[in-house]
């Protein structure tokens, strides 16, 4: 029996925002989630994957951040597993992880 968050997030319209995570900078980024989650009625799943390692504590920011009403997000990160070692606090968060070969 699937528990009802799953449902609600297997059938909430999704986005997926990787590109513009990539191509933006960090203010604009910001700027733009924050107009889509003010514009979005209806709760939406935003979905960001990459293998900027980098960006992980950034990330995890954003997913705890409480000020983007009616929004949830589905992180995924590649990264090798000495990253992912350095990283655990981050991945413990929630967001995935994706072995980089």
């Known amino acids: 029996m699937q528990s009802d968050l799953f449902f609600k997030l297997t059938t909430m319209k999704s986005k997926d925002i990787s590109k513009e995570f990539k191509e933006m900078k960090n203010h604009q980024f910001d700027d733009f989630l924050f107009d889509l989650s003010e514009n979005t009625k209806d709760e939406i799943l935003f979905v960001i994957h990459t293998d900027d390692i980098t960006q992980a504590k ?44």
């Open 58 to 101: 950034r990330l995890k920011a954003i997913k705890e951040d409480t000020s983007y009403e009616n929004c949830k997000f589905q992180i995924d990160i590649e990264a090798t597993v000495e990253d992912y070692r350095k990283e655990l606090n981050v991945f413990a968060s929630g967001i995935k992880w994706i072995e980089k070969k």
